[in-house]
T-cell receptor, first 111, second 114 residues
Framework: NAGVTQTPKFRVLKTGQSMTLLCAQD?????MYWYRQDPGMGLRLIHY???????AKGEVPDGYNVSRLKKQNFLLGLESAAPSQTSVYFC??????????FGNGTRLTVT | LAKTTQPISMDSYEGQEVNITCSHN???????ITWYQQFPSQGPRFIIQ???TKVTNEVASLFIPADRKSSTLSLPRVSLSDTAVYYC???????????????FGTGTQLKVEL
């Protein structure tokens, strides 16, 4: 039982490049979330999903897109990366009123 | 959405009890209160969750008054390893759409010294 797995762990992008971050959970959770955390700051919600095939905007959705084609996976895409998107990205999942289970994060640097 | 307010930072010494209070004045009927701990370069991890009154587990206690507009996380006899950021989060079990938009506050940086 791996819990929440994020890939990749680290990535460096040039401005304008695109990439997809993958989050996979093996707990059969309905709800999945993407957060970003800038240095010394709290977590900010980017997008979330309440079930397969559904997504919704969080606090800071601009510049990101998401997809939830399978219940266990939640993808976060950056179409044209900007230096302001340099951050640590955390994925989380939960079911019912259970606590959030977080992955170990993806550290992204955009130069 | 229930917005939370916590102290930015707190200092303590090893062996002391630490109480961190979170205000959530517009908490909804269906909302649960959950506390998380985060160490540098790691994702937050669950500490304790409650709905009302008092909840206790092996690492902490959570006190929730009758009006539920605040909650207090109590850490007994802290050690250096408890130095971390602590977040409170309010949200429901998915009964309403808004309750799933789980947003974190600024958190409380706890520093424990010898």
């Amino acid at each position: 039982n791996a819990g929440v797995t994020q890939t990749p762990k680290f990535r460096v992008l040039k401005t304008g490049q695109s990439m997809t971050l993958l989050c996979a959970q093996d707990m059969n959770h309905e709800y999945m979330y993407w957060y970003r955390q800038d240095p010394g700051m709290g977590l900010r919600l980017i997008h979330y999903s309440v079930g397969e095939g559904t997504t919704a905007k969080g606090e800071v959705p601009d510049g990101y897109n998401v997809s939830r084609l399978k219940k266990q996976n939640f993808l976060l895409g950056l179409e044209s990366a900007a230096p302001s998107q340099t951050s640590v990205y955390f994925c989380a999942s939960r079911t019912g009123n259970s606590p959030l289970h977080f992955g170990n994060g993806t550290r992204l640097t955009v130069t | 959405l229930a917005k939370t307010t916590q102290p930015i930072s707190m200092d303590s010494y090893e062996g002391q009890e630490v109480n961190i209070t979170c205000s959530h004045n517009n908490i909804a009927t269906n909302d649960y209160i959950t506390w998380y701990q985060q160490f540098p370069s790691q994702g937050p991890r669950f500490i304790i969750q409650g709905y009302k009154t008092k909840v206790t587990n092996e690492v902490a206690s959570l006190f929730i008054p009758a009006d539920r507009k605040s909650s207090t996380l109590s850490l007994p006899r802290v050690s250096l390893s408890d130095t971390a950021v602590y977040y409170c989060l309010v949200g429901d079990g998915g009964l309403t759409g808004g309750g799933n938009k789980l947003t974190f506050g600024t958190g409380t940086q706890l520093k424990v010294e010898l």
